[in-house]
Antibody
Framework: QLQLQESGPGLVKPSETLSLTCTVS??????????WGWIRQPPGKGLEWIGS???????YYNPSLKSRVTISVDSSKNQFSLRLSSVTAGDTAAYYC????????????????????WGQGTLVTVSS | DIVMTQSPDSLAVSLGERATINCKSSQSVLYSSNNKDYLAWYQQKPGQPPKLLVYWASTRESGVPDRFSGSGSGTDFTLTISSLQAEDVAVYYCQQYYSTSITFGQGTRLEIK
């Protein structure tokens, strides 16, 4: 059974960089049938997709966050990571990692689908 | 970006009664080449991560009770719970994957009346 677990600091200072890691167990991060995604949820609010990565390192990012986001993958550790730079209080949220279903076309392109399963999430607070 | 708008924002339904949640997209999420609607539904219970319920607008994920059903096409979609159970109290989200910029609805909170 595939499981994902987020880890990282729960408190980050304004203007610094938020760094989180997602560890995948029960399956290989080098699967060709999925991406690996990050989604966040401010307290009491809705869901916002941050971005997703394929095991080759190919990425898709939310255009509204693209300038500040880097997602990377470490296949040797079965992990993928999120870095969000220049954080403000508005980046305070629960951060979730998830398996991101994809469709691989015959042309070699792939297309994003739904998220399943999700990690339990980790709350990151941006405050001095 | 495709904007997803859910209605209502909150809903109270009696146990055993039908609950209906709506989701409208700012542009069609129906892909004409395969006639599929690129829409998913999730359930998020308090203190838990979201759980996938439905994809392709109407395909139930394995293990999801059959009282949950998705319908609609194009820009207008509905998640229906045919007979509300106490464990269905949650916030429900729709998500489009037609665009490579994935977006979610704002959520609908479902409570027991």
């Amino acid at each position: 059974q595939l499981q994902l677990q987020e880890s990282g600091p729960g408190l980050v200072k304004p203007s610094e960089t938020l760094s989180l890691t997602c560890t995948v167990s029960g399956g290989s991060i080098s699967s060709s049938s999925c991406n690996w995604g990050w989604i966040r949820q401010p307290p009491g609010k809705g869901l916002e997709w941050i971005g997703s990565i394929y095991y080759t390192g190919s990425t898709y990012y939310n255009p509204s966050l693209k300038s500040r986001v880097t997602i990377s993958v470490d296949s040797s550790k079965n992990q993928f990571s999120l870095r969000l730079s220049s954080v403000t209080a508005g980046d305070t949220a629960a951060y979730y990692c998830a398996r991101h279903e994809i469709y691989n076309s015959a042309s070699g392109s792939y297309y994003l689908r739904w998220f399943d399963p999700w990690g339990q999430g980790t709350l990151v607070t941006v405050s001095s | 970006d495709i904007v997803m708008t859910q209605s209502p924002d909150s809903l109270a339904v009696s146990l055993g009664e039908r609950a209906t949640i709506n989701c409208k997209s700012s542009q069609s999420v129906l892909y004409s080449s395969n006639n599929k609607d690129y829409l998913a539904w999730y359930q998020q219970k308090p203190g838990q991560p979201p759980k996938l319920l439905v994809y392709w607008a109407s395909t139930r994920e394995s293990g999801v009770p059959d009282r949950f059903s998705g319908s609609g096409s194009g820009t207008d979609f509905t998640l229906t719970i045919s007979s509300l159970q106490a464990e269905d109290v949650a916030v429900y989200y729709c998500q489009q994957y037609y665009s490579t910029s994935i977006t979610f609805g704002q959520g609908t909170r479902l409570e027991i009346k």
